[in-house]
């Protein structure tokens, strides 16, 4: 509720929060917001114009835009987020697991992600695609193989810093369990940097699932999702650019409010980024007051 309290102080951050949280809420419940089966072809609407009936068109099959573009939420975002979930889980565990005994179990995990990390980020997921073929569940695959290490090294280097505070190694003293330790005390103050990164990277992931089946890399059809109907619509791409706009849009609208999501959530949990963004407000609200009085 702190972080909702928070989050509502910047309009810019509550208005991406509920364009994600619609956005998610459409695609969960897509049967009940399209007007049209996604899949259904009818050739005699061919390229057709925005009417009442199909607001946004038809493709090059006579299927109704706006119902794809509805179905499309579910593997260009609802997916995502399962595979950012996923990774972020493993990439937790090895963290903390890293970060809070350290020695030798530090240097062979890290040692591990390294390894991980050395390969560039997409040509990793070239590769993992190119091995198991395209679909959505190989690209699932390779986000979790690409994103963990790195999720990895991140959350290790935040428990580092606070498994040597004092209450740490007093609770070590008192003999409590590792399992509890790390559960009570050195969870909760590292979930604000997971939370942050985590939807930090949600935009790369949607961009790169995107940006895979553009290419004929990810989602086939007939199924809907946003890159594959903006490679659909490239053959009328001069002739009917409206056709791109709908798809090329949605990924815009969703990645800049994840983005700007953030950076409200990184000032919302952060104390310090707190207290200077407010600091910051207020002259805002008695700059203008201090002009007037010049004038």
């Not at 699932?140 to 428990?159: D, E, G, H, Q």
């Not at 706009?245 to 949990?269: K, T």
Request: glycine share 8%; charged share 15%; hydrophobic share 50%.
């Amino acid at each position: 509720m702190n972080i909702l309290k928070e989050l509502s102080k910047d309009k810019l951050a509550s208005i991406s929060l509920f364009i994600v949280i619609g956005t998610m809420l459409a695609g969960i419940f897509a049967p009940l917001f399209a007007p049209h089966d996604p899949y259904e072809v009818n050739m005699k609407l061919r390229y057709a114009g925005s009417s009442w009936e199909y607001l946004l068109g038809n493709d090059h099959l006579g299927r109704c835009i706006l119902s794809r573009l509805i179905y499309g939420i579910r593997p260009s975002l609802l997916w995502v987020l399962l595979a950012l979930g996923i990774s972020v889980l493993v990439g937790a565990l090895v963290g903390f697991i890293a970060g809070y005994f350290k020695g030798k179990t530090d240097t062979v995990l890290m040692r591990i992600c390294d390894v991980m990390l050395s390969f560039p980020g997409y040509v990793m997921t070239l590769a993992v695609v190119g091995i198991l073929g395209p679909g959505l569940e190989n690209i699932l695959i390779a986000f979790v193989v690409m994103k963990w290490a790195w999720f990895a090294r991140v959350i290790r280097t935040s428990v580092m810093q606070y498994s040597d505070m004092n209450y740490v190694k007093f609770a070590k003293a008192a003999g409590i369990s590792h399992v509890k330790i790390i559960y009570k005390h050195i969870l909760p103050v590292t979930f604000s940097d997971i939370a942050v990164i985590a939807s930090g990277s949600i935009c790369s992931m949607i961009l790169q699932i995107s940006g895979l089946s553009f290419l004929g890399l990810g989602i086939q059809a007939p199924h809907a999702e946003w890159g594959m109907m903006l490679n659909e619509a490239r053959e009328v791409m001069f002739s009917r650019p409206e056709l791109m706009l709908a798809p090329g849009l949605a990924i815009v609208v969703v990645v800049s409010a994840f983005n700007y999501l953030a950076d409200g959530l990184q000032v919302a949990l952060d104390p310090k980024l707190r207290s200077v963004h407010n600091r910051l407000q207020e002259q805002e609200v008695e700059k203008p007051a201090y002009e007037y009085a010049r004038g």
